[in-house]
Nanobody, 123 residues
Framework: QVQLAESGGGLVQAGGSLRLSCADS????????MGWFRQAPGKEREFVAA????????YYADSVKGRFTISRDTAENTVHLQMNSLKPEDTAVYYC????????????????WGQGTQVTVSS
């Protein structure tokens, strides 16, 4: 069982950037697909990006493609989400999650979740 903890959220103006990080507090998640999801108040949790265990497969939601970049550091057991050109509609709690499957937008394929980090983008 992996234990995930997100960091790097905060308040940023539209057009700005944030870099989110997700770290395993215990065992390594190097062998897992890792994904980022987000959830705004009153909205369903939605897929943002995912990366395979070896970094060879990456998948982005259309809404963030070209603006966000997912990456992972196997040695540090961390996953990152570089978010550029942020928009107010990106405001949400961002979660990292681990999956045994290939990168996917399907929430049920992710078996472990972090507690989330708040990202707020002002206009």
């Amino acid at each position: 069982q992996v234990q995930l903890a997100e960091s790097g959220g905060g308040l940023v103006q539209a057009g700005g950037s944030l870099r989110l990080s997700c770290a395993d507090s215990g065992r390594t998640f190097s062998s897992y697909t890792m994904g980022w999801f987000r959830q705004a108040p009153g909205k369903e949790r939605e897929f943002v990006a995912a990366i395979s265990w070896n970094g060879g497969s990456i998948y982005y939601a259309d809404s963030v493609k070209g603006r966000f970049t997912i990456s992972r550091d196997t040695a540090e057991n961390t996953v990152h989400l570089q978010m550029n050109s942020l928009k107010p509609e990106d405001t949400a709690v961002y979660y990292c999650a681990a999956s045994f499957s290939r990168p996917s937008r399907t929430l049920s394929l992710y078996h472990d979740w972090g507690q989330g980090t708040q990202v707020t983008v002002s206009s």
